[in-house]
């Protein structure tokens, strides 16, 4: 009887699950990614720059799920954002576009193969306020490349650009 109880209650749960994801998942994607590439031990070319100041190595990431925090951070299933996106579907990507100029992830665009299989992830994610302005362009190519483009402006401070991109060997 409590084994029948736990399957009924594991069952709805997972039922409840389903119907909050809205939107493309990137936190479940980009968790799965982590788990996978971790696994392969994927080593990566990467390069970082700050305002011109330049670094490249290769290297082997230990940690992924920390490497593409910053995609899964843009993930946009949250309940109270149902109706702030504007979807656009059709068979070879699927697009999200803010609908509150305050949302700080402004865009998603995924693209995808025959299959549905995302082959592109471009992710643009805004912040402002009075003392500080960040514009982001995250992109992903699954085995292939990811690139972090952030732009800031801080009052007093001045501006700062970072873009990290790494290649999949």
Partial sequence: MVACCAFVLASCHT???KQSMHFFSLKYFFEQESIRLAKAKQHVDKSVSHNGSF???????QDWKNELNMFTESDINKPAWRDSYRVV???GRISYRALDSNLRTRSIVIKKDIAG????????NKTHNLLYQSREHLRYVPDSIYSIDKKQ???????NHYLV?????
């Fill in 15 to 17: 039922t409840a699950e």
């Fill in 55 to 61: 670094e490249r190595k290769n290297s082997f990431i």
């Fill in 89 to 91: 579907e059709d068979s």
């Fill in 117 to 124: 299989k995302p082959t592109q992830i471009d992710i643009i």
């Fill in 153 to 159: 402006h801080v009052i007093l401070i001045g501006d």
């Fill in 165 to 169: 991109s790494g290649r999949l060997n």
